[in-house]
């Protein structure tokens, strides 16, 4: 008897095993974790003595993981989350306020310009710390902006204009505004994606919650604009594997390029974030979750979300031009607050502040500029190109979150703070 329910067991714990890879994709990382659950549970049914409760708590562990990788229905943007709470307030909790008020000192009159306005967590901050001051909050997301308009039309003093657009075309707004370079007493940037996108599975940048692959953080306003969808549908696995190692630091981009490209050919094409996030999954013989930097559980797919949202949206190429328009704007000894969530964001905004060419080599010393000795250069020249300084950083290491803060807000536990007042 017990022998017979041993192998009804495996029977049933085999074809669920194999639904599991049929859902999605049979490939050699699908045939390993099917080989290797089964024989995990053939050792256990054969090791210990079977019951019909052990049998049963078997087979419904293998019925939740095949639950797990059915298709969940997408959001109907008729009835989005955005559209739900248009009169509800979403919940933001700015990152690291206390040190980005005591950076900008602020000051009556002053005109500040917030690059990433998201869910106004710093500007209601600021607006409450200094009422009678004037405010540019621009942001790329509609939403965002929608949010700036009605936070603009509920104050009682001071000045606040909504504006929508990239970094890249803050120079424009600001010009519409009748602001003049040489004005703006203080830039802060909060780069990254805002909670309510995270929040709002229609956007297409969650991994825990399912939607439409888009990740376009301006939306529909440039209709042309490509979506997650289209580069992972689109691209062959060279440039697919150069976008993960580029833009996501994913050390098994090869073997994950490969796995997409396999995927779509054998069941179509990507049209939702919990499609990509499973075959992502599979590529690694672990768990769901992974552990990051500070030891805390991170997805699998997430460094893949990640590359894919920032070559969507060209956010490297869209933070350095908004650093260099920043900078032509500020006043002299004026003040830019940059918040970045990542390396790649990070190094950016140190080589500007520290005066390092983007594409200048790593760690190089002013003396390896002047090491070819059939080259002469003008004392002028080596004053004005390469010791001059453009910024003062205003701390030499980079600012990071408080523990109480993270400990009260997960999402900041990989800030950091650099600023760096105009020369």
């Known amino acids: 008897m017990a022998l017979c329910l041993k192998q009804t067991c495996l029977i049933q714990i085999k074809s669920l095993m194999q639904a599991v890879c049929q859902r999605f994709l049979y490939t050699s990382a699908s045939k390993k974790l099917y080989l290797n659950g089964l024989k995990q549970w053939r050792d256990t049914c054969y090791k210990h003595s079977f ?74 901050e600021i607006l409450k710390h200094t009422p009678n001051i004037n405010y540019v909050a621009s942001d790329r997301d509609s939403f965002a902006y929608n949010k700036a308009v009605e936070l603009a039309a509920s104050l009682n003093c001071g000045k606040m204009w909504p504006v929508l657009g990239r970094f890249s075309e803050i120079s424009t707004n600001l010009h519409n505004l009748g602001i003049q370079p040489g004005q703006v007493d203080a830039f802060l940037f909060d780069l990254g994606t805002s909670s309510f996108q995270f929040d709002f599975p229609h956007r297409g940048f969650s991994l825990s919650k399912n939607g439409p692959l888009d990740m376009r953080m301006d939306g529909n306003r440039f209709p042309d604009q490509p979506t997650a969808a289209d580069v992972v549908n689109t691209l062959d696995v060279a440039d697919i594997e150069h976008i993960l190692h580029k833009y996501g630091e994913e050390k098994k981009s090869k073997l994950i390029a490969h796995a997409i490209v396999e995927a779509r050919y054998a069941y179509g094409k990507f049209t939702h974030t919990k499609q990509l996030a499973e075959v992502v999954q599979n590529v690694f013989n672990s768990d769901v979750f992974r552990q990051d930097k500070l030891s805390r559980p991170a997805h699998l797919a997430t460094k893949t979300f990640q590359a894919l949202r920032i070559f969507v949206n060209d956010e490297l190429n869209e933070i350095n031009n908004g650093l260099h328009i920043a900078r032509h704007y500020l006043k002299s000894n004026g003040i830019c607050v940059v918040i970045s969530f990542h390396s790649l964001e990070d190094r950016i905004v140190k080589r500007h502040f520290h005066d390092i060419d983007m594409d200048q080599e790593s760690n190089i010393t002013l003396h390896h500029h002047f090491r070819n000795a059939n080259l002469t250069f003008d004392m002028d020249v080596v004053k004005n190109d390469y010791l001059k300084k453009l910024w003062e950083p205003v701390s030499r290491k980079v600012l990071e979150p408080t523990e109480e803060e993270i400990q009260s807000n997960a999402r900041s536990r990989s800030a950091k703070l650099r600023a760096a007042i105009k020369l």
């Open 51 to 124: 019951c019909n409760r052990q049998h049963r708590a078997c087979v419904n562990k293998f019925k939740h993981v095949h639950s797990s990788v059915k298709t969940e229905s997408l959001v109907d943007e008729h009835n989005s989350p955005e559209n739900k709470q248009s009169k509800k307030e979403v919940e933001h909790v700015p990152v690291m306020v206390t040190e980005v008020l005591e950076l900008l000192q602020l000051k009556e009159g002053q005109l500040i310009v917030d690059m990433t306005f998201g869910g106004g967590g710093h500007a209601k």
